[in-house]
């Protein structure tokens, strides 16, 4: 299979954007591996690809990130309430290892767990294809030697299919946007990205989302809506993408596209949810109580880490119900739906699908009543996608960083007795105000380049909307308010020229994935 970054390209083809010549960070930042390209450097073939380099650059980062979790594989996982959180290392794969039944050989969603050992939980807690790969993971664990024997290698294992996972959205982010595959290094070289990927197994959810993406760049409706339904039933929050897909074919008329990737996601979804979801027995066929948990599990919960929900029960007298905050947090999201359609149909310029994405992501994360440390990496890909400029995204990084230490600071003040070890209650809640500002930093950054789409770093550089797929370049179908009506006079503009709406096209033979 021929590869698009070594094909030649014709003479019309636009040159792939080099972000050391329009980011003045990624100039900076050059200068660590030599400077800037010139501009009188000469394209050579090269095994280093751009591609081959952001993979090999994440599983670096992904390494670091293992070496950083050092101390808790030591010891710190298993002994002391809170050296796994002094240290910042924790991880629920160890501690799920027995405590999910997979050291007793249980089957998730079948067997019934014993309450001593999950707490009262009863079932696996995760969606099934989630359970599916930590089950896989436990075939490849050694089942000998002590518990914390098993817990090590439980861990790595989990590890290094974790990793694989790293590398393909590394890979799927430089290739969804055909001339920025350097833009895959914000992925790479993310600070969260490599502290929060052993936490917990989003990864596979997060690769499963970037790889449907990468599909639909490429027009691939079907094969997006398939692993999009994938990564649905691995992680509920990608389920939200057909959300913005819906508002863009609507606006470009484009139906036939969207519903083959919502029958796709429907169709997938259940082809792997229901050979768990049914039960049957001698009262007839019913949705069975292993398969429903994490759904309970989700309504049930309370308000809990990372959210702003934390901060009002824990500075008021009267806290509010799990009720009400399931409801009030269902309102709030809805309402940010419709101001992102609103938005949608209202932009001068037809938004990017990355920018919508990202903008329906974000706002489940910021209404939701728990917030834990590894959902950065939701967000990670979308926010490259949409906003491929490295100071926003390392201010946005940073924020997340602080509140990665905030966390497990805080958890170590919580359990470390009168020893009082970490972060107070009230400087956890500054590190949730962190959060919640650099993610709404981001945000507003993404709908100001919506309104003005001349300051969009994507479309400066001449593209409409590389990841639309049969979006990119597509007429308006349905638009409202002053988009329908467009100013004969655009305002002065020093930057670049934009042709929006007429896409490079690739040479056939560089049309490869």
């Known amino acids: 299979m021929s590869s698009a970054e070594t094909t030649p390209a014709r003479v019309d083809e ?10 003045e960070i990624a100039a900076a930042g050059s200068e660590l591996i030599g400077g800037p390209l010139g501009r ?33 594989y030591d010891g710190a996982w298993f002994f002391g309430a809170s050296s796994q959180y002094t240290h910042a290392c924790y991880s629920d794969i160890p501690h799920l290892y027995q405590g999910r039944g997979f050291a007793d ?5 079948f067997d019934k767990l014993p309450n001593d050992l999950s707490g009262g939980m009863g079932y696996l807690e995760y969606p099934v294809l989630t359970g599916v790969f930590m089950e896989v993971a436990s075939w490849l664990t050694p089942h000998s030697g002590s518990i914390q024997h098993q817990e090590q290698w439980y861990w790595f294992v989990n590890a290094g299919m974790l990793m694989v996972c790293a590398a393909v959205i590394a890979v799927c982010v430089a290739r969804t946007h055909r001339r920025r595959p350097w ?7 993310a600070p969260a990205f490599a502290l929060t990927a052993t936490i917990n197994w989003d990864l596979f959810a997060v690769a499963l989302t970037a790889a449907a993406m990468l599909m639909w760049s490429r027009g691939r409706a079907l094969a997006f809506g398939i692993l999009l339904g994938l990564a649905t039933a691995a992680k509920l929050y990608p389920a939200l993408l057909l959300g913005p897909l819906l508002l863009l074919c609507w606006r470009a008329g484009k139906w036939r596209a969207f519903f083959q990737a919502a029958a796709g996601a429907v169709v997938a979804w259940l082809v792997v949810n229901l050979p768990v979801m049914i039960a049957h027995d001698a009262t007839g066929f019913h949705i069975r109580e292993g398969w429903a948990k994490f759904y309970t599990f989700s309504k049930e919960r309370g308000v809990d880490f990372g959210s702003f929900w934390l901060i009002w029960a824990q500075n008021s007298g009267n806290p509010p ?25 209202t932009a001068p310029r037809r938004p990017r699908f990355a920018q919508l994405a990202f903008l329906m992501v974000a706002a489940f994360v910021l209404t939701n009543k728990v917030y834990s440390p590894q959902y950065v990496l939701w967000l990670v890909p979308l926010a490259v996608l949409a906003r ?11 924020c997340e960083v602080g509140y990665f230490l905030g966390i497990w600071l805080y958890l170590a003040y919580t359990t470390s007795g009168d020893a009082h070890k970490g972060l107070p209650t009230h400087g956890y809640q500054w590190a949730i105000v962190l959060h919640l500002a650099g993610t ?4 507003a950054v993404v709908v100001r380049d919506i309104l003005m789409p001349e300051r969009d770093v994507v479309r400066r550089s001449g593209d409409d909307d590389p990841s639309g797929g049969v979006l990119d370049g597509a007429e308006d179908a349905f638009v409202l308010g002053a988009a329908a009506h467009p100013p004969r006079h655009a305002a002065q503009f020093d930057g670049p020229q934009v042709d929006w709406g007429k896409p490079a096209q690739l040479p056939l033979e560089g049309r490869s994935l």
């Open 440 to 443: 709404l930093y981001l945000c």
């Open 183 to 189: 833009d895959g290094l914000l992925v790479a070289l």
């Open 14 to 23: 636009p040159d792939p954007v080099q972000p050391t010549r329009e980011d």
């Open 105 to 109: 050989h249980l089957v998730p969603y």
């Open 40 to 72: 009188r450097a000469l394209p050579t073939a090269s095994w280093w690809t751009p591609v081959r380099v952001v993979a090999l650059v994440a599983i670096g980062m992904f390494a670091l990130g293992l070496v950083q979790k050092a101390p808790c």
């Open 388 to 398: 491929p400029k490295w100071r926003d995204f390392l201010i946005w990084q940073a």
């Open 321 to 345: 119900s799990i009720d009400f905050v399931n409801t009030a947090a269902s309102v709030l999201v809805v309402l940010c739906f419709l101001g992102i359609g609103a938005l949608t149909f």
